[in-house]
Structures are given as C-alpha cells and as structure tokens.
C-alpha cells in the first residue's frame, strides 16, 4: 500500500514536470507571436489601438500559462510531502510489525 502511495506520487511529480515544461513552451511561444503581432502591426500599418489589443489578450495568456506553472509546482511540492509521509508511515507500520 505505501509502495503505490509512493509510486503515485513519484508519477504525479513526472506530470508536473512535464506540465511545467509544455508551460514554459506555452509562454516562450506567446511571447514569439506577441513579438509576430507587433512586427506586423507596423508593417501593416494597423492601427495602434488594435496591436494593444493583441498584445492584452497575448499578455493574458502568458499570466494564464504562468498560474499554470505555478500550480504545477505546488503539486508538485504536494506529491513530495505525500511520498515523505508514506515512507514515514511505512517506517512506522515497519517498528510495530518488529515489536508485536
């Protein structure tokens, strides 16, 4: 039973990090069509108001991706407190098994 606790929290830790680096991409790859956006803004000769419309919703996104990123990290932090907690209960199950 601990060992699948464990084994759970050892493959929620993976997800996390895979989310975090899909997140990371997410904003690496906003900020490259914020950056697109404004170049064509200028060279299109679209009015400023609408390129600051772009980069709003874009800038969203990014603060959304970050959140993201953030709650990666907590869960993260959560799956390795769940796997010190199952090893400390498995260490206690252990002594009560040896001394009854």
Do not use: F, W
Not at 27 to 33: A, I, T
Not at 51 to 56: F, K, L
Not at 80 to 97: F, I, P
């Amino acid at each position: 039973m601990i060992s699948r606790i464990d084994e759970i929290a050892g493959s929620i830790a993976a997800e996390v990090a895979q989310q975090t680096a899909t997140t990371s991409d997410i904003g690496r790859n906003v900020n490259q069509v914020a950056a697109s956006a404004k170049s064509v803004a200028a060279d299109t000769g679209h009015t400023s108001a609408q390129a600051h419309m772009v980069r709003d919703a874009l800038m969203t996104m990014v603060n959304i991706a970050q959140s993201t990123a953030a709650g990666a990290t907590e869960t993260s932090s959560a799956a390795g407190e769940l796997s010190r907690l199952a090893t400390l209960l498995d260490q206690l199950v252990n002594r009560y098994k040896l001394s009854a």
